[in-house]
């Protein structure tokens, strides 16, 4: 059974800091590459950070550059967001993306339930 369990969320001020930790089982952590989303009110669920099984590179919205981090542990099966320098419009609830594509029209595609963010003061 596919699980991706998402913590770390929380209320923060603006500036501050939030780790968000992904936790999957079920799965070949290693071959998929594991992806960030948020969804904020009355918005469609935008891609944040991307990062490849094991060769490639990191990839950011443009929105999160400089700002978030992403970085996995196959080990742990674990996925990571070190999310700095917050700001109001980062409020969302965060989602965990597991993906691995076999070609244009075949791929395994896996959903936490969301944690949220809410950057305020």
């Known amino acids: 059974q596919v699980q991706l369990v998402e913590s770390g969320g929380g209320l923060v001020q603006p500036g501050g800091s939030l780790r968000l930790s992904c936790i999957a089982s079920?799965?070949?952590?290693?071959?998929?590459?594991m992806n960030w989303y948020r969804q904020a009110p009355g918005k469609e669920r935008e891609l944040v950070a991307v990062?490849?099984?094991?060769?490639?590179?990191?990839n950011y919205a443009d929105s999160v550059k400089g700002r978030f981090t992403i970085s996995r542990d196959n080990g742990k099966n674990t996925v990571y967001l070190q999310m700095n320098s917050l700001k109001p419009e980062d409020t969302a609830v965060y989602y965990c993306?597991?993906?691995?594509?076999?070609?244009?029209?075949?791929?395994?595609?896996?959903w936490g339930q969301g944690t949220q963010v809410t950057v305020s003061s």
């Open positions: 993306n597991a993906r691995r594509t076999y070609s244009n029209s075949d791929y395994d595609d896996y």
């Open positions: 079920g799965f070949t952590f290693s071959r998929y590459a």
């Open positions: 990062i490849p099984g094991v060769f490639g590179s990191t």
